[in-house]
């Protein structure tokens, strides 16, 4: 008990020194560069501690829950018995199937939870007048970042370097911009860092961090982090492809609709 209260005041004195100078900042250029009083100061006192309040209660909830969760699977995982042979770097890579799964189910899962990806699919569409559908967005992305952490898992399994897996990522990305429809491009850039938000970062920080920790041969600071760069960079490819799939079914559903109306057709030709 003493150690968690002596955790809870390390977070409220971190969380304070994180906090304080993003106040001081916008409370020096109101009061003297733009020269004006502070709107509702009861209120802003009132938000501040409730910001203050959430992210303590978030952090906290990180290191006593997330965090912990996502080690504690990720050893499971790569239990001998789970794994149906003796852990090592000698292990065949397919044995670790379950650990694909998962992560491929947890950046679904979360993905779709994220209210950043929400909140943008909701706008998109608004601005789009209907064009971009916001299921289908919230979809291209968490299977996104699904592919990507589960191709992020593998990378930790077989220890490969992961620039390299970064560098041919955006080598896609790159050749499907100049193919992929000019609405969607600016859209499927800002997807990437919408995923990374919340929800996500701290189960796909935790499962990577215990897988590398489970796997003999691998050190968490070299092989655990980097998941988040895959769940940032393939949604950008899936947005993008979704969007080229969709022109490619609109334009054969218009070349079918001609082809069954010639009349139409010369009338369109005219």
């Known amino acids: 008990m003493t150690s968690f209260l002596l955790g809870v005041l390390e977070v409220v004195a971190a969380t304070l020194r994180d906090v304080l100078p993003i106040a001081l900042v916008l409370t020096t250029f109101q009061l003297f560069v733009l020269r004006r009083p502070l709107p509702s100061p009861r209120r802003l006192l009132a938000g501040f501690a409730l910001v203050l309040a959430g992210l303590m209660l978030f952090l906290i909830g990180l290191e006593q829950a997330i965090f912990p969760m996502g080690r504690t699977m990720a050893a499971q995982l790569t239990a001998p018995e789970m794994l149906g042979a003796q852990a090592g770097d000698g292990i065949d890579p397919a044995a670790y199937a379950w650990v694909y799964v998962f992560a491929f189910a947890v950046g679904f899962s979360t993905t779709l939870a994220e209210p950043s990806l929400i909140a943008v699919a909701l706008k998109a569409r608004e ?38 897996f970064i560098m041919a990522g955006y080598v896609v990305v790159v050749v499907q911009t100049f193919f992929a429809p000019k609405l969607i491009v600016p859209l499927a850039y800002d997807s990437g860092g919408v995923t990374t938000s919340t929800v996500t970062v701290p189960l796909v920080a935790g499962l ?27 949604p950008m490819i899936t ?20 082809a069954a109306d010639p009349a139409t057709s010369e009338e369109d030709r005219a």
């Not at 064009?131 to 299977?143: C, E, H, K, S």
């Open 127 to 164: 601005l789009s007048a209907g064009a971009i559908d916001a299921w289908g967005l919230r979809i291209a992305v968490a299977l996104g970042v699904a592919i990507g952490i589960s191709l992020g898992a593998f990378r930790i399994v077989i220890g490969a370097p992961i620039h390299y």
């Open 208 to 234: 990577g961090l215990g897988l590398a920790e489970a796997i003999p041969g691998r050190s968490p600071l070299i092989d655990g982090f980097g998941l988040i760069a895959f769940a940032s960079l393939f």
């Open 239 to 258: 947005v993008m492809a979704y969007a080229q799939i969709s022109e490619w079914r609109a334009a054969r559903s218009q070349s079918a609709a001609a």
